[in-house]
Structure formats: structure tokens, C-alpha cells
């Protein structure tokens, strides 16, 4: 059986069994199975992801940036990035809330004042998050780290972009350094080797990968059940709703259009990585294996993609991006809030913004919404409401951000460029 079956498998089976499971989840039998078996299977396996993060990351952002500029092309590369991913990350946003302001899912919401008794552990640490962010001068200077191991052992905690701009300097350093004594440089060499590496602990975590999935879907239907979403599913439903025309309508119209190729093989070729998105919630931990695909099965040109796919996993959350806009407009809605046109404009604006730069791990989101709440004049605390489904929608939000990062790389990728990086299917054969 193919791999991408087996992943559905193990997310079709973790919804079921962890769904009737969760009536029992105080009995000792049941927590035993958790803490023993369940946790254990699913924490392994995105370790072992998480373990190659930050050296994929910064060899391939580093191998990226050095083959470009030899080749006269990251400036080119770059400006297409960005562009693609504002234009995408604009077109989300705008879906989002109008989809809230059509459907309005938060007029007639009835507040529970004890889901905000309940949930306080939960709110103390996003308010923690939210009240420990940055002025905008702020968090442009520290985009620029002066301790690059101290951003390399912070990147999952939301230092990224500090590594990231480290790697990419450093890139565009060794080609100027290369092309000034006219010599092959030593380091290029192991720096391809480190990201071989990656990519051969990323076939070996593949290998659990079915069980893993089973493991972390079926701990968090076991823990909440299905009832969660019963309260929330109008909101739950405008949410994937939005996210489903950005993916089809919007990635569509891009892909058919714009990249010349066809949305049913580019989609139905991602798949495995969109399955794995979904079950791990993180675009971070699904990067190694999105460049895989980029380069396997979707034909990318290895130099492009990886610079665009490890660049996006931070910068291009789309599907953030709308998420934030529905919950800021929702929330709005349910408080009587009545935002005009011009606040509005500014949710937009902040969202497109926030999308930049949103930790690529579960929850990552929660304490930028509060921000753009707090902008606003929303009740932050109201945050609270939505966090019995966020879990759920994450998942959905991030197969869209990876999604997007893949299709902003077929727009930007560009097959006059010459590559000298080894394709990853060389590698793993």
C-alpha cells in the first residue's frame, strides 16, 4: 500500500477509535494506553522532525541563496516570493471575512461566562505570548540576530526569521566571497551533506509515519471528543469553508493560469504532504517532506524550491492569515463589536502582516489574533471561545499554508534557471 493511503488510514482510524474512546478517557486502562503507547508514538515521530528543522533549514536556505546568485536569480526569486505571497495571503484574508460578513456566524452566539473559568490556563499563556510582542521597530531589528545559535536554539519557539535571515545572509556572503577569489568554497559541499542527511532521517521517519498519525489524531479525539464542535460549527464551518475556495477556487486559478500546469496532477502529486500537514499541524515539521515532493513528484527545480518552501513554512501562512480575519470579525460579531469599514481595512492589513512571521507550530496563531483584537478594541479574552476547535481548524489551516507554499513555488519556479544542486530523488536513491 502506498504511503499517502496508509496515512489516511491512520487519520480515518484515529478520528473513529479516538471519538469512542473518549468516554473513557478517565479510566486508568485508557490513560495508561495515552501516556504509555499514544504519546509516546506520535511526540517520537515529530521529534525526529523537529530534530532537522533547523539545520534543513539553514543549509537549504544557505545552498539556495549561493546557487542563485551565482546564476543572477535570488533577486528575481525573491521579488516573485513576495509577491505571490501577498497577493495570495490578500486574497485569503478577503475571502475570510466575507464569508463573516455574509454569513455572520457570531450574531445570536450565546456566551458561556464559565468557558473563560475553564479554558484559564490556556488564555494565561496566549495572553503571556501576546503581551511579550515586539513594536514593529522592534521585531524588524530583531530580525537580525546577534547570537545565530541562540536563534538556531530558539527557532521553534519563534525565532526562525532570525535564523532564516542569518542563512540567507550567509548564502549571498559565500557568493560574493566565491566570486571575489574565483575558488570552489570547502563548506558548500558539507552543507549539501547536511541537508542529504536530513533527508534520509526524514525517509526514516516516513517509515512510522502511519502510526504516528494514528497516535496524535487519536489522542486529541480521545481528549475533546466530537462534541466540541457542536457549540462552534457554524463558526467551525465558515472557516473551512473560506479555506476551501482559497485551495480550489484561488490555488486553482493560479496554478491553471499562471504556472500552466494542472490543479487536479499538481494537487492530487501533494497529497502525501497535504495528509501530513493536516495530522501534525505544524508547517515546520512538514517542510522536509514538502520539499521532497516539490522535487519528486511536482517537478520543482531543487534551488527554487527549496528557497520558496523554506522560506514559506514562515512567511506565507495563508491560510493563518484567513483564519485570523474570520476569529478577529467572529469574535467582533459575538461582543456587538460593530467594526466599520475603515477597522476593517486594518484587520485586513494586520492580517496579511501577522501572517508573516506566525510560529510555523500548533497554536502558533492565538497570541498574534490577540493582538489584532487588542487593535481593534475586541474583548482579547473572548479569544477563549474558539479554543475547543482551534485544534481542528489548525490542522485544517495549516494543509492550506503548506498547500500554498507548494503553489507559490510552481508560480515562482522557472525552468531557464540552471540548477547545480542535486534533485532530492538522486539523493534518496
Known amino acids: 500500500m502506498k504511503n499517502h493511503y496508509k496515512l489516511l488510514l491512520g487519520l480515518v482510524f484515529g478520528i473513529v477509535l479516538g471519538s469512542l474512546a473518549h468516554p473513557y478517557q478517565e479510566l486508568p486502562w485508557m490513560k495508561h494506553l495515552t501516556d504509555i503507547v499514544m504519546v509516546p508514538v506520535g511526540q517520537i515521530f515529530l521529534r525526529l522532525l523537529f530534530m532537522i528543522v533547523v539545520p534543513m533549514v539553514f543549509s537549504a536556505l544557505v545552498l539556495g541563496v549561493y546557487d542563485l546568485a551565482r546564476h543572477q536569480g535570488v533577486g528575481k526569486v525573491a521579488s516573485r516570493t513576495l509577491f505571490y505571497t501577498v ?237 485570523e480575519g474570520v476569529v478577529v470579525l467572529f469574535l467582533a460579531q459575538v461582543f456587538g463589536v460593530d467594526l466599520s469599514i475603515g477597522q476593517q481595512v486594518q484587520v485586513v492589513v494586520m492580517c496579511i502582516v501577522a501572517g508573516i512571521g506566525t510560529a510555523g507550530v500548533p497554536g502558533g496563531s492565538l497570541p498574534i489574533i490577540m493582538i489584532i483584537m487588542k487593535g481593534v478594541g475586541i474583548p482579547p479574552e473572548g479569544i477563549a471561545l474558539i479554543l475547543g476547535v482551534d485544534r481542528f481548524l489548525d490542522m485544517c489551516r495549516t494543509t492550506l499554508n503548506v498547500s500554498g507554499d507548494l503553489v507559490i513555488a510552481a508560480l515562482v519556479d522557472d525552468k531557464s534557471e540552471i540548477s547545480d544542486l542535486e534533485p532530492v530523488h538522486e539523493i534518496i536513491k
Open 87 to 323: 497577493i495570495a495571503s490578500t486574497c485569503s484574508v478577503l475571502i475570510g471575512i466575507g464569508m463573516v460578513n455574509f454569513f455572520r456566524p457570531g450574531d445570536g452566539f450565546k456566551v458561556d461566562p464559565h468557558v473563560f473559568e475553564t479554558t484559564k490556563s490556556s488564555m494565561d499563556t496566549i495572553t503571556a505570548n501576546a503581551n511579550a510582542s515586539k513594536t514593529f521597530g522592534q521585531a524588524i531589528v530583531e530580525i537580525i540576530p546577534k547570537n545565530p545559535l541562540e536563534a538556531a536554539v530558539k527557532a521553534l519557539e519563534g525565532e526562525m526569521l532570525a535564523l532564516m535571515f542569518c542563512a540567507l545572509f550567509f548564502g549571498f556572503a559565500f557568493y560574493v566571497y566565491q566570486k571575489a577569489s574565483k575558488k570552489e568554497l570547502l563548506i558548500m559541499p558539507i552543507l549539501e551533506e547536511i541537508f542529504n542527511g536530513s533527508l534520509v532521517i526524514v525517509e526514516m521517519a516516513m517509515k512510522i509515519a502511519p502510526y504516528a498519525v494514528f497516535a496524535i489524531v487519536f489522542n486529541t479525539a480521545s481528549k475533546f471528543g466530537l462534541e466540541i464542535f457542536e457549540s462552534l460549527l457554524y463558526f467551525a464551518a465558515v472557516v473551512v469553508g473560506g479555506l476551501l475556495i482559497q485551495q480550489i477556487i484561488v490555488y486553482g486559478l493560479l496554478l491553471k493560469f499562471v504556472a500552466k500546469r494542472s490543479p487536479r496532477d499538481f494537487f492530487s502529486n501533494s497529497k502525501e504532504v497535504l495528509l501530513y500537514a493536516f495530522s501534525t499541524s505544524s508547517s515546520n515539521a512538514t517542510l522536509p517532506k514538502a520539499i521532497e515532493v516539490a522535487e519528486t513528484k511536482l517537478g520543482l527545480t531543487p534551488s527554487i524550491s527549496r528557497f520558496v518552501l523554506t522560506v514559506g513554512a514562515t512567511a506565507n501562512q495563508n491560510g493563518t492569515a484567513l483564519f
